[in-house]
């Protein structure tokens, strides 16, 4: 498949995993007392909307080259160990979730990166729409140093594609506030990241979102010892005690987060 028709079906699958899960959130919700969602969505898809215009027409210009240079200089770990077609691919995906790991950390460990990142944990209210509402800073940052790591990995631009392919129906889903049986949440969350595990990254309380940072794969948290786990999420308290402020969670607010 072509690297144009992956990015169809990107675009193609995030709308109808959105549209589906939105649906379960209004049959199945797991917080029963969300009002204003299409208020809600809508704000945090014109966050999602900003950031992807940059991305088309700024940031994944330098990703696309690295990854091109990557491929035609045979650099990178996949190129030095001879990885081709499903096994190329496999590890991209892992090696690639890594870096998804350790950057999610950096960005609650190092002070100015969580200046950016805390505009996502301001959401109160998480539901699928959260998958998308990232500071266009944190996405600028990331998108140049996604570069570099693209290069180390020595992953095409396909690859990356296919990861993102991977990745953003599990995002959706864990960010989602459907109500899944706590047997199918276990199921889950024995391989990836289920959607009570990622709620309680959300919580108020800082040594709960401190932890559980892994993006696809539930195993780098339970490896790195970031693991976090209670047995009554229902009565999480979500978001930051700092930004509680109804006017910090307009698209001004958003915007103007890491000058707080």
Known sequence: MSTRSLLLLRAVGGVAVLALLFALEGLIPFFPDRKARLRHV?????????????VALLL????RWAAQWAQQSGFGLARW???????AVA?????????????????????FLWRFHRMHHSERDMDVSTAVRFHPGEIAISSFLRAGVLVGLGMSYQMLVIYELVLLPIIQLHHSNVRLPRRLDRALRAVIVSPNMHRLHHS????????NYASIFSFWDRLLGSY???????????????????????????????LR
């Open 91 to 111: 590890f991209g995906v892992v090696a690639f979730d890594a870096w998804m790991y350790g950057w999610h950390q950096a960005n609650h460990r190092l002070g």
């Open 42 to 54: 809508a704000l945090n898809l014109a966050i999602g909307g900003i950031n992807l215009a940059a």
């Open 204 to 211: 108020v309380i800082r040594r709960e979102h401190d932890g």
């Open 81 to 87: 160990a001879g990885l081709s077609g499903a096994g």
């Open 228 to 258: 976090r786990w209670r047995a009554d999420p229902q009565r999480l308290e979500l978001g930051l005690k700092r930004l509680k402020d109804r006017s910090w969670l307009t698209l001004r607010g958003m915007l103007a987060t890491p």
């Open 60 to 63: 994944v210009w330098p990703i």
